[in-house]
């Protein structure tokens, strides 16, 4: 069974283009680790919110690969410097 997730950033309207571009460097670093599957980071056509999405083989893997995004600053909670309200993200299990 697969485990992935679908997060929804709000930054301020000035940051969205930075706060996209640390996305994809996450996103690369994922890239890497044992047991990725995909990575997409997206942005609403109103350019309200960036939403990053990923999957992995198992929640284990996951787990593992998000130690990576921790160490350059990426958390599941948390408000960064470029957002102006908490990001939402839902976790998903395939079936």
Do not use: N
Request: charged share 20%; net charge negative.
């Amino acid at each position: 069974m697969s485990f992935g997730f679908v997060a929804f950033h709000y930054p301020a309207a000035e940051h969205v283009d930075a706060f996209a571009g640390r996305c994809h460097q996450v996103a690369e670093a994922l890239r890497r680790q044992p047991g990725f599957l995909s990575v997409g980071v997206w942005v609403t056509p109103d350019g309200d919110a960036v939403v990053t999405t990923g999957a992995f083989e198992s929640e284990e893997a996951f787990r593992a690969a998000s130690g990576v995004a921790r160490e350059m600053g990426a958390t599941p909670d948390g408000l960064s410097d470029l957002e102006v309200r908490p990001r939402e993200v839902h976790f998903l299990v395939s079936h």
